[in-house]
């Protein structure tokens, strides 16, 4: 069991979001689809538990904590990325368009996984980053839209950035 924690899924999933993006078509999406599709087992086969406390700019922070709730999640987001995957294959979507997908599915799992307060912020903020440019990639009026998409989620993650800094305040950790 402690080779299901040896890698966040987070970190597996963005790896190919990235091959994705550059292998052919069809391996690429076929890759995308067994590694979103893997986190189902993955989610009900690992224990919970906190796994990969790391130091981060002087902070500790978890990489990957699961409980039932992040459980769940991760069956979801495995399920729902599969499907999404397998659909951007049907539909003849580009690559870079379901690299970009992809990355969104890596970085919400990173958050749900989260287990502190900095670690669920870094991964909210990088859901903003993927989420947009996804939007981007339509190109025309999506651009105008994902500006708007971009300052609400920026004021979202501002007023999340500050209730996070309120407890650290008051608890004296994230």
Same mark, same amino acid.
């Given at each position: 069991?402690?080779?299901?924690?040896?890698?966040?899924?987070?970190?597996?999933?963005? /790896? $190919?979001? +990235?091959? %994705?993006?550059?292998?052919? !078509?069809?391996? *690429?999406?076929?890759? &995308? @689809?067994?590694?979103?599709? =893997?986190?189902?087992?993955?989610?009900?086969?690992?224990?919970?538990?906190?796994?990969?406390?790391?130091?981060?700019?002087?902070?500790? /922070? $978890?990489? +990957?904590? %699961?409980?039932?709730?992040? !459980?769940?999640? *991760?069956?979801?987001? &495995? @399920?729902?990325?599969?499907? =999404?995957?397998?659909?951007?294959?049907?539909?003849?979507?580009?690559?870079?368009?379901?690299?970009?997908?992809?990355?969104?599915?890596?970085?919400?799992?990173?958050? %749900?996984?989260?287990?502190?307060?900095?670690?669920?912020?870094?991964?909210?903020?990088?859901?903003?980053?993927?989420?947009?440019?996804?939007?981007?990639?339509?190109?025309?009026?999506?651009?105008?839209?994902?500006?708007?998409?971009?300052?609400?989620?920026?004021?979202?993650?501002?007023?999340?950035?500050?209730?996070?800094?309120?407890?650290?305040?008051?608890?004296?950790?994230?």
């Amino acid at each position: 069991m402690a080779a299901l924690a040896a890698v966040p899924p987070v970190f597996v999933l963005l /790896a $190919v979001a +990235l091959l %994705v993006a550059v292998l052919p !078509r069809r391996l *690429g999406h076929g890759l &995308g @689809i067994v590694a979103t599709g =893997a986190l189902v087992p993955w989610s009900l086969a690992i224990p919970d538990g906190i796994y990969h406390e790391v130091q981060f700019l002087g902070f500790e /922070a $978890v990489l +990957l904590n %699961v409980d039932d709730f992040s !459980r769940l999640m *991760g069956l979801i987001f &495995g @399920i729902i990325g599969a499907v =999404a995957v397998l659909y951007s294959l049907a539909s003849d979507a580009e690559r870079v368009q379901t690299a970009f997908a992809l990355s969104y599915v890596a970085t919400s799992t990173g958050a %749900v996984f989260a287990g502190d307060w900095l670690t669920l912020i870094f991964f909210w903020e990088l859901m903003a980053v993927t989420s947009t440019l996804l939007v981007w990639h339509y190109g025309g009026k999506a651009v105008r839209a994902g500006f708007r998409y971009a300052l609400l989620h920026g004021a979202g993650g501002s007023l999340l950035m500050g209730a996070i800094l309120w407890h650290y305040v008051k608890a004296g950790t994230f």
